[in-house]
């Protein structure tokens, strides 16, 4: 059972359809009309019916290009030989830089300097000029706006701007379009301009489809604001792009009379997102764009049997951090497992063991000794195994072989190690 949000009384909101259905026109051609894609495999591991808006195939990886078209289109001649700025973490800086490129528009863009460095080199092969200040995302705001005070520059909003909102809203018209049976949009929830602009474009080509919003658990910002919580907000988070302390001025109403509920990840759930869309629908997802997905990993039962639309809405993710997660997940599964074995130290100990893990088919990733341990008797030493399984019954195998053959071998886990089991 989920509980309702809480209603405001009744307001005007700060954008309409009509206003989503010019931004489509306007944005025609700028931007890619991207494929809403069947995901089998995702649907066989949440038990739903799951298709993937994929704005990761936008020229700069993420929905961000949408409102950001958008509001460059609405500016003035004067206004647009002034320039803009914008402040972000990443995807709407390099939306903002690439398309201001194009129309001829001069971009500067303040990040936090704890961006992530790909997403600050791209902004800055767009063209823009890049300013670094601060740790989050409002020091950063706040330099922005003294540097568009002091150099006359248009000020382009991430999500608290009606042009912004409703070129985001674009997203789910089409979704809704390609696959009108929808039952459910899950939509990341930040600064909530994507969630906004979307929930206006759902509920007026479909007033009955459920809106579920997604925040990080560090940066539950909608869900103190709506729900009058009081959790800490902060942290790091593997979903960066909706790492948002302060929710928007006009995106909040929005949300707060359409979205049905918002739902927190955590950590592991986002990672486990992130790696399955990687395996499983073979294409890249930052943290924030699999905030969906791990809101469906954590409930699969709420959507069983349901259409869900996912909004896979960036795919600017380090390919070292993707490569750490899917080891991580690889470990979370016992297909990379360590054991600690203690035995005697002789001759040809280690081929013998090696031999024994080839016998039974698991891949020595690596190996170390140990001979000056305390607890290890003078005579005898520790080797460290790190292998390659093909997952928890493989693993129980091996360690099975290794304990009759006289190895005590102790699972090595993240936290320490474990207690012999057999």
Not at 301 to 306: I, S
């Amino acid at each position: 059972m989920h509980d309702t949000l809480p209603r405001p009384t009744a307001e005007s909101l700060a954008i309409t359809p009509e206003d989503i259905d010019a931004a489509a026109r306007r944005i025609e051609g700028h931007v890619l009309r991207t494929p809403l894609v069947p995901a089998p495999r995702l649907s066989e591991l949440t038990g739903a019916t799951v298709l993937v808006k994929h704005e990761n195939m936008q020229a700069t990886a993420s929905f961000k290009e949408r409102g950001a078209v958008n509001k460059l289109l609405t500016l003035s001649d004067e206004e647009r030989a002034r320039g803009v700025i914008a402040m972000s973490a990443g995807n709407h800086a390099q939306a903002v830089a690439y398309h201001a490129s194009r129309f001829g528009i001069p971009a500067t863009i303040v990040m936090p300097e704890t961006t992530p460095l790909v997403k600050v080199e791209n902004t800055r092969a767009h063209g823009a000029r890049v300013v670094l200040h601060g740790e989050t995302l409002s020091e950063s705001a706040q330099r922005a706006h003294e540097i568009a005070g002091s150099e006359g520059l248009v000020f382009v909003h991430p999500y608290d701007d009606a042009a912004v909102m409703a070129g985001q809203g674009t997203a789910a018209r089409e979704m809704l379009a390609d696959a009108p049976d929808l039952d459910v949009l899950i939509i990341p929830l930040g600064g909530g301009g994507l969630m906004a602009g979307n929930a206006v474009a759902a509920k007026a080509v479909k007033p009955g489809i459920e809106l579920i919003g997604v925040e990080a658990e560090l940066y539950a910002s909608f869900s103190n604001a709506i729900r009058g919580e009081d959790r800490t907000i902060g942290g790091a988070t593997l979903a960066e792009g909706i790492a948002v302390k302060t929710v928007g001025r006009m995106t909040l109403p929005i949300v707060a009379a359409l979205v049905s509920d918002i739902v927190l990840v955590g950590e592991d759930l986002i990672e486990r997102a992130v790696n399955a869309y990687a395996c499983l629908q073979h294409t890249l997802a930052e943290g924030a764009g699999a905030a969906g997905l791990a809101a469906m990993l954590k409930e699969p039962g709420r959507y069983a049997g349901r259409k869900v639309g996912l909004v896979l809405c960036g795919g600017n993710i380090d390919t070292r951090l993707l490569a750490a997660i899917m080891v991580r997940e690889l470990e979370r599964e016992d297909r990379i497992i360590a054991f600690r074995l203690t035995t005697s130290d002789r001759p040809g100990l280690l081929g013998k063991v090696a031999s024994l893990l080839g016998s039974e088919g698991a891949n020595i990733l690596e190996v170390s000794h140990g001979r000056l341990f305390l607890d290890v008797p003078a005579k005898g030493v520790t080797l460290d195994v790190t292998v390659e399984t093909r997952g928890e019954a493989h693993s129980r195998a091996i360690e099975q072989a290794l304990a009759e053959n006289g190895f005590a071998p102790r699972r090595i886990l993240p936290r320490g190690l474990a207690e012999p089991s057999l």
